[in-house]
């Protein structure tokens, strides 16, 4: 099967269209290094695709730009894939968008309304953050030798465990929502920084702060933590680091 991944060359896209290649699908990917601008619709062509995952993603945190940026690049994904035939649209969300529509997850629930009512047959899979997620907000705000790390609480899992289940759903077909996935554990946030820069040797100061607003509310208050039914996928994220160091 022919398959655009849509911000293909981001953290989990990467993995996915390496897993994909190596389960036998043709892979495109679709970003601005490839020479596609997914809010424009410049140098978009599905022609022959089967499936498009869209891992597309956006620094913004405010809910205004957020929702701009997603909604754009959906409607824009959805009717090229409408207009070529595409059989499968796959969009990866987060755990906690129905319940914490705020800041960027007001983007993904934007992202999610678009699909849902698009012609395209699809998936939406929601997932937790990312083990690499705890070294990434490390640098969101930085002053001089202190990481200020948002008192969150966490499920994380590993990339590759998602670039894996969006390529079996893929494989699958479309099916509305997925079961959600999440990590083996919950965690803090900062707890996860500070072993993160231990392990990488980095010598910071980590304090935990509380975010003001319904957002700072909802990732303290286990709103963005998965449900029962989710799926829960190694490793931990100690193990991932020790197997980083070995990679």
Same mark, same amino acid.
Do not use: N
């Given at each position: 099967?022919?398959?655009?991944?849509?911000?293909?060359?981001?953290?989990?896209?990467?993995?996915?269209?390496?897993?994909?290649?190596?389960?036998?699908?043709?892979?495109?990917?679709?970003?601005?290094?490839?020479?596609?601008?997914?809010?424009?619709?410049?140098?978009?062509?599905?022609?022959?695709? &089967?499936?498009?995952?869209?891992? #597309? #993603?956006?620094?913004?945190?405010?809910?205004?730009?957020?929702?701009?940026?997603?909604?754009?690049?959906?409607?824009?994904?959805?009717?090229?894939?409408?207009?070529?035939?595409?059989?499968?649209?796959?969009?990866?969300?987060?755990?906690?968008?129905?319940?914490?529509?705020?800041?960027?997850?007001?983007?993904?629930?934007?992202?999610?309304?678009?699909? +849902?009512?698009?012609?395209?047959?699809?998936?939406?899979?929601?997932?937790?953050?990312?083990?690499?997620?705890?070294?990434?907000?490390?640098?969101?705000?930085?002053?001089?030798?202190? #990481?200020?790390?948002?008192?969150?609480?966490?499920?994380?899992?590993?990339?590759?465990?998602?670039?894996?289940?969006?390529?079996?759903?893929?494989?699958? &077909?479309?099916? &509305?929502?997925?079961?959600?996935?999440?990590?083996?554990?919950?965690?803090?946030?900062?707890?996860?920084?500070?072993?993160?820069?231990?392990?990488?040797?980095?010598?910071? +100061?980590?304090?935990?702060?509380?975010?003001?607003?319904?957002?700072?509310?909802?990732?303290?208050?286990?709103?963005?933590?998965?449900?029962?039914?989710?799926?829960?996928?190694?490793?931990?994220?100690?193990?991932?680091?020790?197997? #980083?160091?070995?990679?």
């Amino acid at each position: 099967m022919r398959v655009a991944v849509a911000g293909g060359t981001g953290v989990v896209g990467r993995l996915i269209v390496s897993e994909a290649r190596d389960r036998g699908h043709d892979v495109i990917s679709l970003s601005r290094a490839d020479g596609v601008d997914l809010t424009t619709g410049t140098g978009l062509d599905l022609s022959g695709v &089967g499936a498009v995952v869209d891992v #597309s #993603s956006v620094s913004a945190t405010a809910a205004d730009a957020a929702i701009r940026f997603f909604r754009t690049v959906s409607r824009t994904l959805v009717d090229a894939g409408a207009a070529a035939g595409v059989k499968h649209h796959l969009a990866l969300s987060v755990v906690g968008v129905p319940e914490a529509p705020f800041g960027y997850y007001a983007g993904k629930a934007a992202q999610e309304r678009v699909v +849902r009512g698009g012609p395209v047959p699809w998936t939406i899979l929601r997932a937790t953050q990312f083990h690499e997620f705890a070294g990434q907000v490390l640098d969101a705000a930085r002053i001089g030798g202190v #990481s200020l790390v948002p008192k969150m609480r966490s499920q994380p899992l590993a990339a590759s465990v998602v670039a894996r289940r969006v390529v079996e759903l893929l494989e699958t &077909g479309p099916q &509305g929502v997925a079961r959600e996935i999440a990590g083996p554990r919950e965690e803090r946030m900062a707890d996860l920084s500070r072993r993160w820069a231990a392990h990488h040797g980095e010598r910071r +100061r980590i304090v935990e702060v509380p975010l003001p607003g319904a957002w700072g509310a909802a990732i303290r208050d286990g709103r963005i933590l998965p449900g029962p039914d989710a799926d829960l996928l190694g490793p931990s994220f100690d193990d991932w680091l020790s197997a #980083s160091s070995r990679q």
